[in-house]
């Protein structure tokens, strides 16, 4: 089992940045892959960014793509999202997932591939 804890979220400024990371328990984090979503009031949970187990590949929503980066370190145990250029419509709880891949370059972009969730960390970005 897997526990994930969300960390670095905050207000900002349109424009600004933010580094939410996502400690993962456990010895076996290199086992999973990992990815990010994001809940805002009166939407769907979307899709944000995943990375497979090794880092070597990874995926981003549209919305994102340019803005967003996602890694991990092995070592710590702890995936990062990095979010550069922020928008409004950026505002959200973000969540980070995981999930045992049986292939190195495995990517997951649906919440139903995720087995494992943190509790999610509040992203307010202001007009």
């Known amino acids: 089992q897997v526990q994930l804890v969300e960390a670095g979220g905050g207000l900002v400024q349109a424009g600004g940045s933010l580094r939410l990371s996502c400690a993962a328990s456990?010895?076996?984090?290199?086992?999973?892959?990992m990815g990010w979503f994001r809940h805002a009031p009166g939407k769907e949970r979307e899709f944000v960014a995943a990375?497979?187990?090794?880092?070597?590949?990874?995926s981003y929503a549209d919305s994102v793509k340019g803005r967003f980066t996602i890694s991990r370190d092995n070592a710590k145990n702890t995936v990062f999202l990095q979010m550069i250029n922020l928008k409004p419509e950026d505002t959200a709880v973000y969540f980070c997932a995981a999930d045992r891949s049986s292939t190195v370059a495995g990517i997951y972009r649906y919440d139903y591939q995720y087995l494992y969730w943190g509790q999610g960390t509040q992203v307010t970005v202001s007009s």
């Open positions: 990375i497979s187990r090794s880092g070597g590949a990874t």
């Open positions: 456990g010895r076996t984090f290199s086992s999973y892959a």
